[in-house]
């Protein structure tokens, strides 16, 4: 049984239901998960005290960039990080489309974060998030409606649409739980 801890940053919420749904594949397979936002991390993080045998973080996409917080926390913790299996979720609205410039998009956003980190996760996944209509102010809910609409996304905002891709998302965790019993024996 290894120690895991699975820190997210979400401003709509979908993230966070994708994290939870990561701690739930870990659990199961016996696995110690702590479930935290990265905006108020755990203790026992510091660099000396790196109290977990392995790491996933996931942030999403605002105007073409993740949650400043999450940054922070990867750049504070950055050393413990390096010394243990880990893997880094992006969540965007280019993910859920399959054309190769989306496609690049979403590598791309992938690519710059752990660029501007130092990080070196084991493993990095686009995945596709929601559009959530319900939670956005006047001004926001106009401009995703347009935006949705160029990029041939659903545009009745009197609906939210979840574009998460449940079977890819636990792929995903089951390819980082095998990465986390492998090194711990
Ligand atoms: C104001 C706003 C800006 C967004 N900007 C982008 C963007 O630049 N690129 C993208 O692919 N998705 C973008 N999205 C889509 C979000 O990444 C998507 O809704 C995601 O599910 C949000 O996850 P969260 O609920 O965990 O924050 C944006 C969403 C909002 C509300």
Redesign the pocket.
Known sequence: MARVLVCYG???????KIADHIGDVLSEASHDVVLSTAKYPPSALTSSEFAYDGVVIGA?????SHQGYVEEFVREYVDGLNRVPSAFFS?????AKSSPEARS??DGYLREFVAETDWEPDLTHAVA????YSE?GFL?RF??KRIAGTEGLDTDTDHDYEYTDWEDVETFAIEFEELVSTRAT
């Open positions: 979400s401003s709509e919420g979908q993230t966070a999403s996409i605002h105007k073409g969540v965007s609205l280019s993910a998009e979403s998030g929601a559009l959530k956005y926001t401009v995703m």
